[in-house]
């Protein structure tokens, strides 16, 4: 993610993998990785963890409450 800025720790965010595949989780800066907890998968798992340099693109998810 070349001049890409990241997102605040632990945010809730939205974001696309380099195989076009979007996932919804936190963005974790002691990490340098994006994790993918959507549907309750396990944070912990390494499948489920994906570096900055993994991901194309990226948004904030917002609460409706």
């Known amino acids: 993610m070349e001049n ?3 997102p605040s720790n632990h945010s809730e965010v939205r974001f696309t993998d380099r ?3 979007t996932h ?3 963005y974790r800066e ?3 990785a994006f994790v993918d907890t959507e549907g309750g998968k ?3 798992d ?3 963890i ?3 340099d993994r991901i194309i693109d990226w948004q904030y998810l917002h609460s409706n409450s």
Do not use: A, F, T
Request: zero cysteines; hydrophobic letters at 25%; a negative charge.
């Open 50 to 52: 994906y570096s900055e």
């Open 46 to 48: 390494i499948r489920n």
């Open 42 to 44: 396990d944070p912990d």
């Open 4 to 6: 890409i800025s990241m």
């Open 30 to 32: 002691v990490l340098k």
């Open 24 to 26: 919804q989780g936190e």
């Open 19 to 21: 195989d076009g595949q």
